[in-house]
């Protein structure tokens, strides 16, 4: 019902309410590691859905439970239900990356433009969605998750195929334009 309840996105309340609720995560953690094989598929399905409603749970979940390294045990699981929510939830997290270093990109720009938020100059710029930046607080955590993102085996072997070696580049390539 969750799962229902995050893919359909009725509900305008419910990302702020599961943020808020304090046993939701641990909660969802312990049904990661249930013994039946499609709660733990649907587990991680569920991830998938929090993560596309609002990445900060990336953070949340890197932040307090290591999921990334969780992920990579999760790799040795024998079930091939398992294995294939554990596949489309790694193409959903590519999907995301490109988000995150907008985010940071964002973040960086006003930092080194004395907080104040600079016009929009370049191409990389325009594609900055705005108004989700302001609804994140413009927070630098989400260097963390690449990081991590980076080092966890499960990922590692999908993003180098990927455009995540181009985005770093670009935001290396934007924070150079606003530091010279």
């Not at 943020?19 to 094989?37: C, G, K, N, Q």
């Not at 859905?49 to 790799?75: G, N, P």
């Not at 270093?101 to 929009?120: D, M």
């Not at 195929?161 to 290396?172: G, K, Q």
Request: net charge neutral.
């Amino acid at each position: 019902m969750l799962n229902l309840a995050l893919a359909a996105n009725t509900y305008p309340k419910i990302n702020e309410i599961l943020l808020h609720e304090e046993t939701f995560l641990r909660s969802l953690m312990r049904l990661l590691e249930h013994h039946s094989i499609v709660i733990r598929g649907k587990c991680l399905l569920t991830f998938l859905l929090l993560f596309k409603l609002d990445f900060r749970w990336m953070a949340i979940v890197d932040i307090e439970v290591k999921f990334f390294h969780i992920l990579d045990r999760l790799t040795r699981d024998n079930y091939k239900y398992v294995q294939c929510c554990l596949l489309c939830l790694v193409d959903g997290i590519i999907e995301i990356i490109p988000s995150i270093f907008k985010t940071i990109s964002e973040e960086l720009t006003i930092i080194l433009n004395g907080g104040k938020t600079p016009r929009i100059t370049s191409e990389f710029d325009k594609m900055v969605n705005r108004q989700e930046f302001e609804a994140l607080g413009g927070n630098l955590i989400y260097i963390a998750i690449i990081l991590d993102l980076q080092n966890a085996q499960v990922v590692r072997n999908r993003i180098v195929n990927n455009p995540f070696i181009r985005s770093i580049a670009t935001l290396i390539d934007n924070c150079d334009i606003y530091c010279f």
